[in-house]
């Protein structure tokens, strides 16, 4: 779900409070400020007083309202930027042309690297430190979190959690060049258990292929050379260009959110990337026979 108006967790629950205020609030004041504009017209012309109008109607009412407006936004907008929370689980996200690196931060000091992802535990807070390697980037989660802007060289933070499980979409919202609409993610909210289990395996290398057909595609992906700008820890590949691959096949989507993830849309992605996200920093690899492409798609499908 990406809406504002479905919150999953108690700081967009305030967000989308804030937005039905705003909303209903504006909406009796057009109401009530066209009901005027009618009875102007349609009346018979009568004197009335001018000046109390204009100091009663053109001030005193809208100052009011926009002051207690803002205070009430502005609480708001405090207490869910209220970042350092103890015991809060700690993500570094970074935003690149034009997909997400995903960093936790572990307790023993390493990172568990992945992308476009990310899982959370319901009912534990959530700190995201977000940045940006190359141009402004917006992070924006409506169903948990709201928007910040990814800056490169500064750190923004923030801190939001999840009540209930789900699936819930983001994307970028700061145009960020040809691929801007075609940037986005997935956050998966879990049981505690859960999380921690698909954290523990997120966090191990990736299994050597046993099946001869998959360590042909280890192979191939080897000797074509995406190592180059791919990591899958406990192999070779050590790039830090694109995507960590490690676990790319528990993953849901491909390009940041551009296609379903399955063993299909993977070799068409290796194949055909400059058709499917034009501009994507992934050049088109076409040095694979179609043998080689199939075992390449089948080996990063079974990293799970
Ligand atoms: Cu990144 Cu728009």
Redesign the pocket.
Known sequence: MQSALSPGGPEAALLGQLAWVLFIGAALIFVFVMALAAVAVFSRPRAIDGERWIVGGGLVFPVTVLSVLLVYAYRTGASIADVGVPGALQIEVI?RL?WWEVRYRNPDGSQTVLANELRVPVGRPVELFLTSDD?I??FWLPALAGKLDMIPGHVNRLVFSADRPGIHRGQ??????RQ?AF?AFYVIAEDPADFERWLARESRPAVPPSDPFLREGLEAFMRGGCGTCHTIRGTQADGRLGPDLTHIGSRRSLGAGVLDNHVGTIAGWIADTQTIKPGSLMPETRVFSGRELRAVAAYLDSLE
């Open positions: 935003g034009w141009v980037h917006s970028c919202a700061e145009y960020c060049g801007h940037m």
